[in-house]
């Protein structure tokens, strides 16, 4: 530990009146025997066999469990994702998780593909209610758990190592006379704070459970280790999964199991790790709800195999819908920053941020179209956005929004794509501190209604003069003539004219000699979506330099309108 005067000079942190001394390192703890570590240089390759633990553990983490219709609907929502091994309840702990796996059960509503898992204490009466709710089923997961660290040993159970594996040895050979030669009942045990046991103590319990309940390859045992309280840097909980992955008995007959918990905030972390480290099957609960801090997430596990271009194996591509249901199921609100399913997780507000991404998006499109892919099918890099928001149900509508935070680039894609202007590089600094300005004043976001409202505001609207009529000739010299009426302010206007080479530089002489000095730096045009042409003019006016736009059916008329529309923006000035 590095003592105040041990701290380096730049780090002028002190120490917290926190009483951080009652706490023992995990090193204190649990004793983690792994010298010649594997799992850092392996890979994910291929997904787990996910488990949803929803209607159990995350059921259990509710202030209302769910009744038998929302678990219902929460079950046919697991099911149409994909998974194909759900724990459907905890039978012996309440009447209405007890009716709901016999709703299960007298309905039909499980598919041949899918393995219901059910979950019981070491206890022969829990057991037995156990298996009459399973009764007709023609598959299923019994699953046995007993809290197995010191500290439950000592202060909740107060048995010691051999009564522990005493009570877990009847609780098994009950459950083997129960399930007799039934070949749809596998096994799967779980020794509750894992992470906290003796590794000599869970190999005990685990293999001689792999004996007992006689696990071959064609009818293996889980063997299911959770993270039941995180205590320690996933790295550390990786250790313990793969001394297990190489030390476990009959490891052919063994499904390696993993329960992480998210205590330290570190759940996801502590999954791959452990995937890394041998574990062959992930439980969670969709969005991290559970105990405390909840289980770990399965669709971020899911979405960042993803992300990778491994395949998760479960369908996420509508993940609003999923959402939604999960919800409504849980009565617990997805908070929007969520990774991947947050409503604002494919949001942009930032200026630099909205610039990339505006960019990326734009790159994608011609790199798709030079590939003859359709830009669904083109390998996907975008700046900031790790996945694309199509690909899990998501429109484009929401990535860039814009509030005070922002830059030109994501006024420009909004404009672009909202309203159909694609204003010039040069025009958009300039309509960006005009946003800005909105939003600083009002303090929240602008709504692609309200960006073109400004804008039409800034350069379509009427000023301090108007251009009631006007005419444009081509002369035999080539020269154009301009002649208009114009109407300045309320007291001053006439007939004006004047020549130059085309009809705008004709319109700036005869601007000059109503007493407006206009020089005509740039000009842009677009067709827009209603047939009709905007136009966009840089202009020096005066000592000021700015931008004018104008619309109308002819892109000559267009140019004159963004001109004048310069002459008004500056003697608004």
Same mark, same amino acid.
């Given at each position: 530990?590095?003592?105040?005067?041990?701290?380096?000079?730049?780090?002028?942190?002190?120490?917290?009146?926190?009483?951080?001394? &009652?706490?023992?390192p995990f090193?204190?703890?649990?004793?983690?025997?792994?010298? =010649? &570590?594997?799992?850092p240089?392996?890979?994910?390759?291929? @997904?787990?066999?996910?488990?949803? !633990?929803?209607l159990?553990?995350?059921?259990?983490a509710?202030?209302?469990?769910?009744d038998?219709?929302?678990?219902?609907? +929460?079950?046919?929502?697991?099911? #149409?994702?994909?998974?194909?091994?759900? %724990?459907?309840?905890?039978?012996?702990?309440?009447?209405?998780?007890?009716?709901?796996?016999?709703?299960?059960?007298?309905?039909?509503?499980?598919?041949?593909?899918?393995?219901?898992?059910?979950?019981?204490?070491?206890?022969? *009466?829990?057991?037995d209610?156990?298996?009459a709710?399973i009764?007709?089923?023609p598959?299923?997961?019994?699953?046995?758990?007993?809290?197995?660290?010191? !500290?439950?040993? =000592?202060?909740?159970?107060?048995?010691?190592?051999a009564?522990?594996?005493?009570?877990?040895?009847?609780?098994? %050979?009950?459950?083997?006379?129960?399930?007799?030669?039934?070949?749809?009942?596998?096994?799967?045990?779980?020794?509750?704070?894992?992470?906290?046991?003796?590794?000599?103590? !869970?190999?005990?319990l685990?293999d001689?459970?792999?004996r007992?309940?006689?696990?071959?390859?064609?009818?293996?045992?889980?063997?299911?280790?959770? #993270?039941?309280?995180?205590v320690?840097?996933?790295?550390?909980?990786?250790?313990?999964?793969?001394?297990? $992955?190489?030390?476990?008995?009959r490891?052919?007959?063994?499904?390696?199991?993993?329960?992480?918990?998210?205590?330290?905030?570190?759940?996801?972390?502590?999954?791959?790790?452990?995937?890394?480290?041998?574990?062959?099957?992930?439980?969670?609960?969709?969005?991290?709800?559970?105990?405390?801090?909840?289980?770990?997430?399965?669709?971020?596990l899911?979405?960042?195999? +993803?992300?990778?271009?491994?395949?998760?194996?479960?369908?996420?591509?509508?993940?609003?819908a999923?959402?939604?249901?999960?919800?409504h199921?849980?009565?617990?609100?997805? $908070?929007?920053? $969520?990774?991947y399913a947050?409503?604002?997780?494919?949001?942009?507000?930032?200026?630099?941020?909205?610039?990339?991404?505006?960019?990326?998006?734009?790159?994608?499109?011609?790199?798709?179209?030079?590939?003859?892919?359709?830009?669904?099918?083109?390998?996907?890099?975008?700046?900031y956005?790790?996945?694309?928001? @199509?690909?899990v149900?998501?429109?484009?509508?929401?990535?860039?929004?814009?509030?005070?935070?922002s830059?030109k680039g994501?006024?420009?894609?909004?404009?672009?794509?909202?309203?159909?202007?694609?204003?010039?590089?040069?025009?958009?600094?300039?309509f960006?501190?005009?946003?800005? %300005?909105?939003?600083? *004043?009002?303090?929240?976001?602008?709504?692609?209604?309200?960006?073109?409202?400004?804008?039409?505001a #800034?350069?379509?609207?009427?000023?301090? !003069?108007?251009?009631?009529?006007?005419?444009?000739?081509?002369?035999?010299?080539?020269?154009?003539?301009?002649?208009?009426?114009?109407?300045?302010?309320?007291?001053?206007?006439?007939d004006? %004219?004047?020549?130059?080479?085309?009809?705008?530089?004709?319109?700036?002489?005869?601007?000059?000699?109503?007493g407006?000095?206009?020089?005509? /730096?740039? /000009?842009?045009?677009?067709? *827009?979506? *209603?047939?009709?042409?905007?136009?966009?003019?840089?202009?020096?006016?005066?000592?000021?330099?700015?931008w004018?736009?104008?619309?109308?059916?002819?892109?000559?008329? #267009?140019?004159? &309108?963004?001109? /004048?529309?310069?002459?008004?923006?500056?003697?608004a000035?």
């Open positions: 530990m590095t003592t105040l005067s041990e701290a380096p000079a730049w780090n002028p942190q002190r120490s917290s009146p926190m009483p951080y001394h &009652r706490y023992r090193q204190h703890r649990v004793n983690v025997p792994v010298t =010649d &570590r594997a799992w240089a392996a890979r994910i390759e291929r @997904a787990p066999l996910w488990v949803p !633990v929803d159990r553990d995350g059921n259990q509710l202030a209302e469990p769910m038998t219709p929302r678990k219902r609907r +929460f079950f046919d929502l697991l099911v #149409a994702l994909g998974f194909k091994e759900i %724990e459907v309840g905890y039978p012996s702990a309440s009447r209405m998780d007890f009716d709901f796996v016999r709703h299960l059960v007298d309905t039909g509503a499980v598919p041949d593909d899918v393995t219901p898992v059910v979950f019981t204490p070491a206890r022969a *009466d829990l057991i209610r156990t298996f709710a009764e007709g089923l598959r299923a997961v019994v699953h046995l758990y007993i809290a197995t660290s010191p !500290v439950w040993r =000592d202060v909740v159970l107060g048995r010691s190592r009564e522990v594996w005493r009570t877990v040895r009847e609780a098994a %050979e009950r459950m083997a006379r129960r399930a007799g030669d039934a070949p749809g009942v596998r096994f799967q045990f779980s020794p509750e704070t894992f992470n906290l046991t003796e590794p000599d103590f !869970v190999l005990e685990c001689g459970l792999t007992l309940w006689d696990a071959s390859p064609d009818r293996p045992v889980t063997h299911n280790l959770p #993270a039941t309280v995180e320690a840097t996933p790295n550390v909980y990786a250790d313990q999964i793969e001394y297990l $992955h190489h030390h476990l008995s490891r052919d007959s063994v499904i390696l199991s993993v329960h992480p918990h998210n205590d330290r905030g570190t759940g996801v972390a502590c999954a791959e790790l452990a995937v890394l480290a041998g574990a062959q099957r992930v439980e969670g609960c969709l969005f991290g709800n559970g105990e405390r801090t909840g289980n770990v997430d399965l669709v971020t899911a979405l960042n195999l +993803f992300a990778q271009g491994v395949d998760p194996m479960v369908d996420f591509s509508d993940i609003d999923v959402r939604e249901t999960v919800e199921c849980n009565r617990l609100t997805v $908070h929007p920053r $969520h990774p947050g409503e604002l997780v494919h949001t942009a507000f930032s200026g630099t941020h909205q610039d990339a991404i505006s960019k990326g998006l734009a790159h994608h499109a011609r790199q798709a179209a030079e590939a003859g892919l359709s830009e669904r099918e083109a390998p996907w890099a975008v700046p956005l790790p996945i694309d928001p @199509a690909d149900g998501r429109s484009y509508e929401a990535v860039i929004r814009v509030n005070s935070q830059g994501g006024v420009a894609y909004l404009l672009r794509t909202h309203a159909g202007l694609d204003l010039p590089p040069g025009m958009r600094p300039e960006s501190r005009t946003v800005q %300005e909105a939003t600083d *004043d009002s303090g929240r976001e602008a709504t692609p209604k309200e960006l073109y409202e400004l804008f039409r #800034a350069y379509l609207g009427e000023g301090e !003069v108007t251009l009631t009529a006007w005419s444009t000739h081509r002369e035999p010299s080539g020269a154009h003539r301009f002649v208009c009426t114009l109407v300045i302010g309320e007291n001053r206007g006439g004006y %004219e004047g020549s130059g080479s085309g009809p705008v530089t004709a319109f700036a002489d005869a601007l000059a000699g109503a407006y000095a206009v020089e005509v /730096l740039g /000009l842009a045009e677009q067709a *827009d979506v *209603d047939g009709e042409v905007v136009a966009y003019a840089e202009c020096r006016v005066g000592n000021t330099t700015l004018g736009a104008g619309r109308d059916v002819s892109a000559p008329a #267009a140019r004159v &309108r963004a001109v /004048l529309s310069a002459v008004n923006r500056a003697a000035r």
